[in-house]
């Protein structure tokens, strides 16, 4: 151990003589190795527009971590200052416990970048763009055949890994340009969008690999605006607009913050007026409000499931046939437009 | 990654980028085929592809001594391709100019040799054709030498004078004549166009594909694989050099390929091979600078496309790409060397015209190197801190 932490120290300040803006110091987050990725007041201002402003957020070993906002909320300024691409104007970011800036080359090392567009020399076969990229994580020889092959059979691109990227289909190219991000096995996973402009099946197919890879124990930073993927795939979701982070947690937890509880979706014949009355009278667990709609009511409350016999039980008494019944639960839209005050666009 | 991690980087950015631009055939055009194409067409335009065709005519209106004797010299002197013609008279030789029936005349005027006695000497005349650049040039270089001729004459009656002695005869004058001198210079014997056009059309080419770096770098930040490229261990820095070395193996496989094109097919001797490459080399590494140069301050694609097709031709308008040696005025001689394309045509043609050699071309590399060098640091400077953000 004491060798490993000389030689990690002796490779630091070699980077830190680099250049006189490598002077980023680790401030010991680095010494918690749960934490791969540590973001910490991230600013950065392209002239008197801010794009990030005070950005700050963690992601753990084995954690697929969302971020979750509109077109031009920052989110790609913002992982472009995780993986060392821009400088920030302020904050710092350290990966795998070391701080990350342009010339760093030792952090970079742990994180597989996949872009939101195709970045892959298009004239080039999969496995010449798997070749030059892994040459360039360092791998070489039997261990860069072995990891090319690898990731061509876990994107299932093996049988046109020779064949020009130009060539392939949109998904074919998408699932190409994810390989590119697994080879040299990484300690975290930076997706941007990857799913923008897909066709479903192929979306599906990638957040089947996602979903896969964040079993495995990888480190997932997903970028998107569409709220079902984040949903989906993420055990921890930051709500990103206009630069900031305004909610951060699971979905749960953000939705509990927003206070907006379940809503119990009765569609029933008979009288439902009385329906709604009784269910404004009787102990229904935590009742946040009664919405009549034509051969519908809508129970708002804090808890669907536990609310659910009180709500079949009113029913019964009120006379009134239930044909369905369903708990809806939040979603991250309605967190979205309680604290934003507007829609995730797609 | 270490120092030979970081050049093990660069040389695959610069291995990938050249295989990925020999396998794009509108560079193939551009560098080879394009260059080579119009330095066969401009070097038949001169003449025959391999040598000068320049017929001058001589007319002597004077009858003097040293008159007769520098006409009578001239003709003797003809050569193949370079071929001299006694004629009749100043209006004859206007109307054959003027026919086309030759490329340019010298004239001695009458009383010329009459008047380098008196204080105010008359002038030898040239009659230039309007499309007969070669021709032109050999006739004004012929009247220069009469001219220096004459003056050495002036200047021996004035020391004769000034010594005590008489005035010579014209007799004597004549007898101080130096001998003829009219003679072609070159590999071999010939000056051949394709020897000048060959390497001046694969400059001009060359300089237009100047903005290969800076539309690569810009092409590849634009589709994000920059991104991907500099979010591995590999430095900013490393990629603009990769680049660039892609650029100077791409500038020395064009400008050898012409050179060896133009030799075999149309027979241009450029001279001494050490000199030549040592030329080539230095100036695909001046080509690749300015290129980085360009990508450093470029915003996009086409701007950069624009700039560099715009340096293209200054350079090639200011360094002489589309003139011949020798028809160039003296004050555009010297403007040539603001630019990089004047000194590497200069070196060329002190290669193939005068038979030059490695040694002599050294002053022409070392600018074209300064060149390298000071437009990548321009590129150094600022182009890394463009792609972090900072500029």
Redesign the interface.
């Known amino acids: 151990m004491r060798e490993v932490d000389a030689a990690a120290r002796a490779e630091a300040e070699?980077e830190a003589e680099?250049g006189p803006d490598d002077s980023n110091t680790d401030t010991g987050t680095g010494t918690d190795t749960d934490v791969v990725l540590a973001c910490r007041g991230l600013r950065?201002a392209y002239g008197d527009r801010v794009a990030v402003d005070g950005v700050s957020l963690t992601i753990a070993r084995g954690e697929t971590y969302g971020l979750l906002g509109p077109n031009g909320a920052g989110k790609t300024t913002t992982i472009?200052m995780a993986?060392?691409?821009?400088?920030p104007d302020a904050g710092e970011v350290t990966v795998a416990g070391r701080p990350i800036s342009?010339?760093a080359?030792?952090a970079?090392?742990a994180?597989g970048?996949v872009?939101?567009?195709?970045?892959?020399?298009e004239?080039?076969s999969a496995v010449d763009n798997l070749r030059?990229?892994g040459?360039?994580?360092?791998l070489r020889g039997r261990e860069l055949t072995e990891r090319v092959a690898t990731v061509l059979e876990v994107v299932g691109l093996a049988d046109r890994a020779g064949d020009r990227v130009e060539t392939y289909s949109g998904g074919m190219k998408r699932r190409a340009n994810i390989a590119?991000g697994l080879l040299h096995r990484p300690q975290l996973l930076v997706l941007d969008e990857p799913t923008v402009g897909v066709d479903p099946q192929s979306r599906n197919a990638i957040l089947e690999s996602v979903e896969a890879l964040g079993a495995e124990g990888l480190s997932v930073l997903y970028t998107t605006h569409y709220m079902g993927e984040a949903e989906r795939l993420c055990d921890r979701v930051g709500i990103i607009d206009e630069g900031r982070i305004v909610a951060e947690g699971t979905r749960r937890q953000l939705v509990a913050q927003i206070g907006a509880g379940d809503r119990i979706e009765v569609a029933a014949t008979g009288d439902l007026a009385a329906f709604a009355t009784r269910l404004e009278g009787a102990a229904t667990p935590g009742l946040l409000g009664v919405e009549r709609r034509d051969g519908a009511v809508s129970v708002r409350v804090t808890d669907g499931p536990a609310a659910v016999a009180a709500v079949v039980g009113a029913a019964e008494r009120a006379g009134v046939a239930i044909s369905s019944i369903e708990v809806v639960e939040p979603d991250l839209e309605d967190v979205f437009l309680h604290l934003t005050g507007k829609a995730l666009r797609d | 990654?270490?120092r030979g991690?970081q050049i093990?980087?660069g040389a695959?950015v610069a291995v990938?980028e050249v295989r990925?631009r020999l396998?794009?055939r509108s560079l193939l055009i551009q560098a080879i085929v394009g260059p080579v194409a119009l330095a066969a067409i401009i070097s038949l335009a001169f003449g025959s592809a391999g040598n000068v065709d320049a017929e001058v005519g001589v007319v002597d209106e004077d009858g003097s001594p040293l008159a007769a004797a520098f006409a009578r010299g001239l003709v003797e002197a003809s050569a193949d391709g370079l071929e001299f013609v006694a004629v009749d008279g100043a209006a004859e030789a206007r109307r054959r100019v003027e026919d086309g029936d030759l490329g340019a005349a010298v004239v001695v005027p009458a009383g010329y040799m009459a008047s380098l006695a008196g204080d105010r000497p008359g002038a030898v005349e040239v009659i230039a054709g309007d499309d007969r650049l070669v021709s032109s040039a050999v006739a004004r270089s012929v009247a220069d030498a009469l001219t220096a001729r004459a003056n050495a004459a002036r200047l021996a009656s004035a020391a004769t004078v000034a010594g005590g002695g008489a005035t010579p005869s014209p007799d004597d004058l004549a007898g101080l004549e130096l001998p003829i001198d009219i003679r072609t210079r070159g590999s071999g014997d010939e000056v051949s166009p394709a020897a000048y056009f060959g390497p001046s059309m694969g400059l001009l080419f060359l300089f237009m594909t100047a903005g290969i770096v800076a539309r690569s770098l810009l092409d590849e930040q634009r589709?994000?694989?920059l991104?991907?490229?500099?979010?591995?261990?590999?430095?900013?820095g490393t990629v603009l050099a990769g680049k660039c070395a892609s650029a100077v193996v791409l500038g020395v496989i064009s400008l050898s390929t012409i050179w060896l094109v133009t030799a075999l097919a149309l027979g241009a001797g450029w001279g001494d091979p050490a000199g030549v490459v040592l030329l080539i080399v230095a100036t695909a590494l001046a080509v690749a600078g300015i290129g980085a140069a360009v990508a450093a301050i470029s915003r996009t694609e086409q701007a950069a496309e624009s700039f560099a097709m715009a340096v293209a031709f200054l350079f090639a308008l200011v360094g002489g790409n589309f003139i011949p040696p020798g028809v160039l005025p003296e004050t555009l001689r010297r403007l040539s060397l603001l630019s990089p394309n004047g000194w590497a045509l200069h070196g060329f043609a002190e290669l193939s015209a005068a038979d030059g050699t490695a040694v002599d071309v050294l002053p022409h590399a070392a600018v074209l190197l300064a060149w390298a060098l000071v437009t990548g640091l321009v590129a150094v400077r600022l182009l890394?801190r463009r792609?972090?953000?900072?500029a």
Request: hydrophobic letters at 40%; proline letters at 8%.
């Open positions: 070699a680099a950065k472009s993986c060392g691409l821009l400088r342009p010339t080359t030792t970079k090392a994180i970048l872009p939101q567009d195709v970045a892959l020399y004239d080039l030059f990229f040459r360039l994580q360092g590119v | 990654m270490g991690g093990r980087a695959l990938v990925r396998g794009n589709r994000r694989i991104d991907r490229v500099l979010a591995t261990p590999t430095r900013p890394p792609l972090e953000g900072r």
